[in-house]
């Protein structure tokens, strides 16, 4: 069944938990999908498991289209949301809303997710009132990264948890459908869980958060450079394809690979013509 802005809804309604992992190709958003995931987000976290960047802040829009369109078109049932990389919606409103209509149009999005609270919501209201559902997302906001002075958790003093949790009725007042945490104490983010009708989507924010979000490359242990507290690994991926890489490389050396099953034959009539 196709997942829209209603089914976030209807599960928050329903208490209901919803599943959201990163994507960013084809092939991949399809193997979500036929497992069954209800979002695909395509995260600028490309900027780092893609594209080996140190963080998110070079990511382009370029980038998020070209890889956004490729998991739209391998996802036939999740929603696709698709990040609003860094500076294409904090400049103006007039920009978030060119540049949410283009992840649209040119990326085939479903939604679009932008970081921040009460400063943007004045684009998360123009961008929902052009027809695009908008996903917001608070807490350790890696677009800000040099601002936070590092991957800390955020919320933690009262000052900084009633912002957070001003931000989250904010965001909703403003129109976001939902609202993805990251790295937010776990009973933060549950007081912002039971104070907003919008769904929570955490990661790294405990348990009571109406739905959780990883990066599919460190649940699957194939991103090294560094793994925060809150990934568990459902698979060494990592490790196997190493393995593969290797076996591939010890075969095509002592001549194993390509076998006969793998090659194409030919009458040896016509190969001795042509001596
Ligand atoms: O870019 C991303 O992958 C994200 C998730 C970590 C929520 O924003």
């Known amino acids: 069944m196709k997942n829209t802005v209603l089914t976030f809804r209807q599960a928050k309604e329903k208490g209901e938990k919803l599943t959201m992992l990163t994507a960013y190709d084809y092939s991949t958003a399809k193997l979500l999908d036929e497992a069954g995931v209800n979002s695909i987000l395509v995260g600028d976290s490309l900027g780092n498991v893609i594209l080996g960047y140190e963080d998110t802040i070079s990511v382009t829009m370029e980038d998020m289209i070209h890889h956004g369109a490729a998991v739209a078109r391998g996802a036939e049932n999740a929603l696709v949301i698709i990040d609003m990389?860094?500076?294409?919606?904090?400049?103006?409103?007039?920009?978030?809303?060119?540049?949410?209509?283009?992840?649209?149009k040119e990326g085939r999005a479903g939604a679009v997710k932008l970081e921040g609270g009460q400063e943007v919501c004045p684009q998360i209201q123009a961008i929902v009132a052009a027809g695009i559902p908008v996903c917001a997302h608070l807490g350790l906001t890696p677009q800000s990264i040099h601002a936070f002075?590092?991957?800390?958790?955020?919320?933690?003093?009262?000052?900084a948890a009633r912002k957070l949790l001003?931000?989250?009725?904010?965001?909703?007042?403003?129109?976001?459908?939902?609202?993805?945490?990251?790295?937010?104490?776990?009973?933060?983010?549950?007081?912002?869980?039971?104070?907003?009708?919008?769904?929570?989507?955490?990661?790294?924010?405990?348990?009571?958060?109406?739905?959780?979000?990883?990066?599919?490359?460190?649940?699957?242990?194939?991103?090294?450079?560094?793994?925060?507290?809150?990934?568990?690994?459902?698979?060494?991926?990592?490790?196997?394809?190493?393995?593969?890489?290797?076996?591939?490389?010890?075969?095509?050396?002592s001549g194993a690979f390509p076998s006969e099953e793998h090659s194409y034959q030919i009458d040896d009539d016509i190969i001795e013509k042509l001596y």
Do not use: W
Not at 85 to 104: C, E, H, I, K, W
Not at 149 to 159: L, P, S
């Open 85 to 104: 990389p860094f500076m294409s919606y904090q400049t103006s409103v007039y920009d978030a809303v060119v540049n949410a209509g283009r992840l649209m």
């Open 166 to 253: 001003k931000d989250a009725r904010a965001v909703e007042e403003a129109g976001a459908f939902a609202v993805v945490l990251e790295c937010v104490p776990e009973k933060l983010a549950n007081l912002v869980t039971e104070s907003v009708k919008i769904p929570t989507i955490g990661i790294g924010a405990g348990n009571g958060c109406d739905g959780q979000v990883l990066v599919y490359q460190d649940m699957l242990g194939m991103f090294s450079d560094f793994t925060p507290k809150f990934v568990r690994r459902y698979a060494e991926l990592g490790e196997e394809m190493k393995e593969a890489f290797r076996a591939y490389i010890a075969d095509v050396e």
């Open 149 to 159: 002075g590092g991957h800390r958790v955020q919320g933690r003093t009262e000052e």
